[in-house]
């Protein structure tokens, strides 16, 4: 067997969550920095990895070792190249998370800690191939995040974290009762074994249905996300950066995995289904985000957004759609990211993110408002920049599509309304006269910026040449449709 | 020759903006000559370039063509491409004069802004955009740098934005151009499905029918709209004359408006497949040009009048589209962009100097600042459209082709809006620069500002006469004008300076218009709220939405998540009287049964002492009393065993009866 590298990247963040903890509070500061040389190294297998990845080369790295063979279940690891975008971003927002919150000094080894255990969970979910072992990490990522929340959250922390997990854990159960629903059909817990079975297309459907509820949780899609806004205004703003830029692409994933590939009859007839609800969830998130009056729910709701999107493109099961929807969600993941760092770096000076008390801050911090402008226009979907690509794509897939056509111009109408809630915020946060909780507060710091300039390289440089991105994402999804039986 | 140097045309000031953002503000004020360098760079690579096509081109294969893949999708590439054949090679020039001539401008009129450099950085990536959009050779390139021009004039448009008109005038345009660029979006996506490419080549050479093309067509037309500010999407561009005025010549006048009219030139083909799409240009065009100059009559902000004359003018454009002249067009659009570009130019002097932007307050400018007088007379006659200024050329090519088409119509309405036109332009002009000085102290501007402004005065002096040279080149006739249609646009154009005149040019006996206002107050009225289109739009569409939001809001947080807090409640009520349940119920029965046998085992002890042992105690002792009493029948008595027979007898009989044997 080769150089288990994946194995590696799983739990490398285990052990360091382990040392974290175990050096405790006493010797915090020596804990942080095993904390961030962990994920630094963590990252760093993550670009080995990407370097010696074989675009071509579909399923790779794999590692399969028996576990429980009485029941069929197998430790089996392997990536492409939609795994690949969704691990890097982990490893890399995992990273960002530990240096922007580097003065974390309220039990500060437990939070390092969380965090690096949140990583396992999260890496794990992208390369893990056997339904038990995703369905272990699927559940590991509840346990640290519910703390993240419930211990350094906001006044209402306690209800959100509980409001965060149970719903997701409602959603999961549908996820487990699936699960052992196709088990109990091939006989397998193999993820890649189930890909194109020819499953009967009616026992598809419900088992479709279980999926969906368990997926539809962790986007969120309308309906289904008021877990969400509740569970970022109250988390610290690291853990807001995963959620967002991780969590909920772990919902997305599951269809793109899991869905399309084993339940394909089903995903042809809940497209349009899932299409409508993408529109809704699109334009819906879009119009209420431009009613918040805190940022950090302004920025929540524009996530249900974005995710619709995702949605829309996955709906099309088209190549320029699923590429597309892969696009987004990693281009959601660093411009929301930045998004949110930048309102954690606001509150933390200004101790408010009401909308109505931060203003002007062009004029006393450019910096910070130069890249909260950046970020906003990333976020709308400017070309150039990465959010363009994805959306593009996806309705450029959509169209191309058996979505009707109306769904598709709904959709449209969001890029409008993004435009204009983002620039609403803009208007008022970033432009104007400083108001009083902006006149004396000081620019970013180097640390600070050292978070965001990752970001915003990786914004341009997708936004500018697609193929970056592309290149990994497109023959991924190419397979999962030749697993259809489609394009 | 290696042409590979027209990359570099929108490559530099690309390079310029790259370089100056990330910089401080005081280093960016020094940077300031690098932006200026940069775009004089590009105008002498332009020229180049255009010498490169000169004098063999025509519209047939691109004389230079460098492509990008960005993106591979399936078996499908997505390109980034530019393309230098003699369309792009006027534009480029139009553009690339236009953004040096607005640049070295900007050295004096913004020298005093704190941001200088940042002004620069944002024009620089513009002048980029825009350059890059004529050179683009696919529409997926054009959008992108067509929506990057946008953000551009965002920023531009909200310089000031300490100020609150400016900043709601940038968020504006950004979303009225945003709402046309939804059309665009829609027409790749389409056009994507229909031929499965962006590039111009293949896109163009697609068979488009009648039925496939309208729809592609109509949407573009939208997004056009949108960009160059026509009804009902021309709303934004007279708001965003809150930002720099050198900024308002470049993005507002010359170049970023006119990108809607040349997307349709580019992609003219396909409107000339659908037939449908080119009625609705005319359509748009006319209702365009002459409502809007209608409004430029009656307004006193001199850039405002300009503002709306730009709308007007580009309704001209239009028109030429929808009649079928793309050539006439792109002419009238690159006078355009040199006479407009000079009047705003014009009117950034004039508005330092008068230190006010409302005609009302200047007068008599004519004697105190004589180049720029000269400057803006060149520009005015060009806009009114009298010989041999360039404006009168490219809009007698507009009427000749209305006329060869036999819109006849057309042609009226054509020609009412151009002698609206040279009547608003009188009245600028006579009030502005002849009506009785207001002011004492009047300044000519720099140098760097005045000089910029003779060069586009003479270019717009000149221009006229090389028409057919511009027609020959761009492989379409531009012919010299006929005497009849020349006549008669010269006499509307003379009959609206005349008017003009009477109105506000004669010292003697100035006509009341306050008096006009008071006979016409409807017709007033309807002028000065602008047909009352940005009242509609703000309270029914800003203001509705706005509302929507905000009812959404409640809703999502009353119904959809209280469905979802309710069911928690729900539950947690359910399962407290679970627990109720539990306690009561299972468990009662539990402790029920306990009880109920321990009152069974009560009452079994009672039964088994009272009954069971009762009954064994009972026995005996109704042995025992038997006993008494039987030993009593045993008395030996006649008459006691006599009544026991008979009493016997009785109860056989009655049993027999009974049974009935």
């Known amino acids: ?313 996955i709906a099309s099961m088209t190549p320029e759609g699923l590429n597309g929807a892969v696009a987004v969600m990693f281009s959601h993941g660093v411009v929301t990211g930045m998004l949110f760092f930048l309102v954690g770096m606001v509150y933390d000076r200004t101790h408010t993110r009401m909308i109505a008390e ?130 | 020759m290696s042409m590979g140097y027209v990359v570099l045309i929108p490559l530099l000031p690309a390079l310029a903006f790259a370089l100056l953002a990330p910089l401080s503000r005081r280093a960016r004020t020094r940077a300031v000559p690098l932006a200026v360098g940069a775009v004089l760079g590009s105008l002498a690579l332009s020229i180049a370039a255009f010498l490169a096509v000169w004098p063999g081109g025509h519209a047939g294969e691109p004389v230079w063509q460098g492509v990008v893949t960005i993106a591979h999708i399936g078996d499908r590439a997505l390109s980034l491409g530019l393309q230098l054949e003699p369309v792009s090679a006027v534009m480029l020039l139009v553009v690339s004069l236009v953004g040096a001539a607005v640049q070295v401008y900007s050295l004096g009129y913004m020298h005093r802004e704190e941001r200088i450099g940042w002004y620069y950085a944002a024009l620089s990536l513009f002048t980029a955009a ?47 151009t945003k709402v046309g660029d939804l059309g665009f979006m829609v027409a790749l996506a389409v056009i994507y499905a229909e031929v499965g490419a962006f590039d111009f080549h293949t896109v163009l050479d697609h068979a488009w029918t009648a039925a496939s093309a309208t729809p592609v067509a109509l949407l573009l037309l939208f997004g056009a709209m949108g960009k160059s500010a026509q009804f009902p999407l021309h709303v934004w561009l007279p708001d965003a004359m809150a930002g720099p005025t050198p900024a308002s010549a470049l993005i507002h006048a010359a170049t970023m408006v006119a990108a809607g009219v040349f997307l349709v030139v580019r992609a003219f083909p396909i409107f000339e497949a659908s037939g449908v799409a080119l009625t609705v240009t005319l359509w748009v065009g006319l209702v365009t040009a002459l409502l809007a100059g209608l409004l430029a009559m009656v307004q006193h902000d001199i850039k405002k009048v300009l503002a709306y004359s730009t709308i007007s003018q580009l309704g001209f454009m239009f028109i030429a589209l929808g009649a079928g002249g ?124 005045l000089a910029p402004m003779v060069v586009l005065a003479s270019v717009t002096a000149v221009l006229g006469f090389f028409g057919p040279t511009l027609g020959g080149f761009l492989g379409h006739e531009i012919p010299w004008p006929q005497l009849a249609t020349a006549a008669i646009s010269t006499a509307a154009a003379a009959a609206g300076v005349a008017l003009g005149w009477w109105v506000y040019g004669r010292r003697t006996s100035v006509v009341n218009t306050q008096a006009i206002k008071q006979r016409f107050p409807h017709a007033y009225g309807v002028l000065a709220n602008k047909y009352y289109f940005d009242l509609t739009y703000g309270y029914f569409v800003v203001g509705g939405y706005d509302a929507l939001t905000r009812v959404l809001a409640v809703f999502d947080q009353r119904v959809v998540d209280g469905a979802v807090n309710g069911t928690a409640a729900a539950w947690r009520r359910l399962a407290g009287g679970g627990w109720t349940f539990d306690q009561r119920v299972v468990d009662g029965a539990v402790n029920g049964t306990a009880a109920a046998w321990r009152r069974l085992a009560g009452g079994g002890w009672t039964f088994d002492q009272r009954v069971v042992d009762g009954a064994v105690n009972g026995t005996a002792a109704v042995v025992k009393a038997a006993g008494v009493r039987v030993r009593t029948l045993q008395t030996g008595s006649v008459r006691g065993y006599q009544t026991l027979v008979a009493g016997a007898v009785v109860l056989l009989v009655i049993w027999i009866f009974v049974k009935g044997v």
Not at chain 1, 101 to 122: H, I, Q
Not at chain 2, 377 to 406: Q, Y
């Open chain 1, 1 to 313: 067997m080769d150089f288990p590298l994946l194995t590696l990247i799983v739990f490398l963040p285990l052990l360091g969550a382990a040392a974290v903890a175990l050096l405790g509070n006493a010797r915090a500061s020596a804990g942080r920095a095993v904390a961030a040389f962990v994920a630094v190294v963590d990252l760093g297998l993550v670009a080995w990895l990407a370097a010696r990845f074989d675009v071509a080369g579909g399923m790779q790295f794999a590692e399969i070792a028996e576990w429980v063979p009485q029941a069929g279940i197998t430790y089996y690891l392997a990536i492409d190249g939609m795994s690949l975008a969704m691990v890097a971003l982990s490893a890399l927002l995992t990273l960002l998370a530990i240096v922007a919150s580097w003065k974390t000094d309220r039990n500060p080894a437990l939070w390092f800690s969380m965090l690096l255990l949140l990583e396992v969970g999260m890496n794990g979910v992208f390369v893990a191939m056997d339904f038990v072992l995703f369905y272990v990490f699927w559940e590991l990522v509840l346990v640290p995040m519910y703390f993240l929340i419930a211990t350094w959250g906001g006044p209402r922390r306690q209800y959100a974290a509980v409001k965060f997990f149970l719903y997701t854990l409602f959603g999961s159960v549908f996820m487990l009762v699936g699960i052992i629903a196709l088990y109990l059909q091939t006989g397998t817990f193999g993820i890649l074994e189930m890909a194109g079975a020819g499953l009967d297309p009616s026992f598809q459907w419900w088992v479709f249905a279980a999926f969906f509820l368990g997926f539809a949780v962790k986007v969120p899609v309308f309906p289904l996300h008021t877990w969400l806004p509740d569970a970022h205004v109250e988390a610290p703003t690291a853990a807001s950066v995963l959620l967002a830029g991780v969590l909920l692409k772990m919902g997305s994933y599951g269809f793109l995995r899991i869905s399309l590939p084993i339940l394909p009859d089903a995903a042809a007839e809940w497209s349009t289904f899932i299409a409508a609800l993408a529109a809704v969830s699109i334009v819906y998130g879009a119009a209420v985000a431009f009613a918040q009056t805190d940022m950090k729910k302004l920025v929540a709701y524009s996530s249900i957004s974005h995710m619709g999107f995702v949605m829309l493109g």
């Open chain 1, 358 to 487: 931060v203003s002007g801050l062009s004029s006393k911090v450019p910096v910070a408002a130069g890249l909260m402008a950046f970020a906003s226009f990333a976020s709308l979907g400017l070309p150039g920049l990465s959010g363009f690509v994805g959306e593009f794509l996806s309705l450029v897939g959509a169209w191309g599509s058996d979505i009707p056509a109306g769904w598709v111009i709904v959709s449209v109408v969001g890029v409008l309304l993004a435009a204009a809630y983002m620039l609403w915020l803009v208007q008022r946060v970033v432009l104007g006269t400083p108001s009083d909780a902006v006149a004396r507060i000081d620019d970013l710091g180097a640390r600070e910026i050292a978070v965001l300039v990752p970001l915003v390289a990786l914004t341009l440089i997708v936004g500018v040449y697609w193929d970056s991105l592309l290149r990994f994402t497109d023959p991924a999804v190419r397979a999962i449709l030749v697993t259809m039986g489609g394009a």
């Open chain 2, 130 to 176: 825009m350059l890059a959009l004529v050179l683009s050779n696919n529409f997926l390139g054009l959008f992108m740098a067509w929506e990057i021009m946008g953000l551009c004039s965002y920023l531009l448009i909200g310089f000031w934005h300490e100020q609150e008109p400016p900043r709601l005038a940038s968020i504006k345009a950004f979303l009225t």
């Open chain 2, 326 to 449: 793309s050539t006439a067009a792109l002419y009238h659009l690159v006078t355009h962009a040199y006479f407009k570009s000079l009047l705003f130019l014009g009117a950034g002097v004039i508005i330092h100097a008068a230190h006010t932007q409302d005609m009302r307050e200047m007068g008599g400018l004519a004697g105190k600042l004589p180049v720029t007088s000269l400057a803006f007379a060149s520009g005015s006659l060009a806009l009114a459209g009298i010989v041999p200024f360039s404006g009168f050329w490219s809009k007698d090519e507009i009427l000749t082709v209305l006329l060869h088409e036999h819109q006849y119509v057309a042609f009226g309405i054509a020609l009412l809006a151009a002698l609206v036109t040279a009547f608003y332009v009188s009245r600028l002009w006579f009030r502005v620069f002849t009506a009785p000085p207001q002011q004492a102290e009047l300044h000519e501007g720099h140098r760097s500002m």
